[in-house]
């Protein structure tokens, strides 16, 4: 199937709890230009979520048949669940001319550069801090402290892949990284390429990972 080629394609990654989720989110409502791709996921939802609106839930066994017609651009297990980005809806919304946004992690990102005739452009968000990172996800998380763990474990697995990305921000202040995710959107919209510091961001990784 051709895809239009009036869309752009942004990833946005994270480790968990460093606000992908929130951003991608905020994103959308500040432009009507901008639609996220709903991932299908087979956790059980969270009590704040819609079916349709935050994730498709299905169950393995639709999730399985999916994988078997080739219809997931990517997919990946992550903590003990599947997700998966749908083919179809994105091209769809490409085709309509809208710049598609995904919230999706490392190993996604990864499926979806080698894909031939992607636009794609990705961008990694980075916590100040592992204090903070904790907070978000005792907030999120309260009184699921296996899980807030088994987050944490996984950080510096996560941050490791920092380098794959096009733009790397840190989400000390939420309007402010806002701010530099819409302007890396803007900038790459118009075909120009944003600099940044790589050895800054690695000394802020390192810091991270101690």
């Known amino acids: 199937m051709a895809i239009n080629k009036k869309g752009m394609m942004f990833v946005l990654s994270s480790p968990s709890g460093a606000g992908k989720t929130t951003l991608?989110?905020?994103?959308?409502?500040?432009?009507?230009?901008?639609?996220?791709?709903?991932?299908?996921?087979?956790?059980?939802?969270?009590?704040?979520?819609?079916?349709?609106?935050?994730?498709?839930?299905?169950t393995n066994k639709e999730f399985d048949d999916l994988i078997k017609k080739n219809n997931f651009y990517e997919?990946?297990?992550?903590?003990?669940?599947?997700?998966g980005t749908h083919k179809e809806k994105v091209i769809k919304l490409?085709?309509?001319?809208?710049?598609?946004?995904?919230?999706?992690?490392?190993?996604?990102?990864?499926?979806?550069?080698?894909?031939?005739?992607?636009?794609?452009?990705?961008?990694?968000?980075?916590?100040p801090n592992i204090k903070v990172l904790r907070d978000r996800l005792l907030n999120?998380?309260?009184?699921?402290?296996?899980?807030?763990?088994?987050?944490?474990?996984?950080?510096?697995e996560e941050v490791s892949h920092w380098h794959e990305y096009n733009y790397v921000v840190i989400n000390?202040?939420?309007?402010?990284?806002?701010?530099?995710?819409?302007?890396?959107?803007?900038?790459?919209?118009k075909g120009i390429k944003k600099g940044q510091n790589k050895e800054e961001i690695k000394k802020k990784v390192e810091e991270l990972i101690k």
């Not at 997919?75 to 997700?83: R, T, V």
């Not at 999706?104 to 499926?111: P, R, S």
């Not at 999120?140 to 510096?156: S, T, Y």
Request: with cysteine.
């Open 140 to 156: 999120r998380h309260k009184g699921e402290e296996k899980l807030i763990e088994k987050r944490m474990n996984k950080f510096n």
């Open 172 to 189: 000390d202040d939420l309007e402010v990284c806002y701010d530099k995710i819409e302007n890396i959107i803007k900038s790459e919209k």
């Open 94 to 127: 490409l085709s309509e001319g809208k710049d598609v946004l995904f919230d999706i992690d490392w190993q996604g990102t990864q499926q979806l550069k080698k894909i031939k005739d992607l636009n794609i452009i990705t961008i990694f968000i980075l916590p």
């Open 24 to 58: 991608t989110k905020k994103l959308v409502e500040n432009n009507p230009d901008f639609a996220i791709s709903v991932s299908h996921t087979t956790r059980k939802p969270r009590t704040n979520e819609i079916d349709g609106k935050d994730y498709h839930f299905i």
């Open 75 to 83: 997919f990946a297990k992550i903590f003990d669940n599947f997700y």
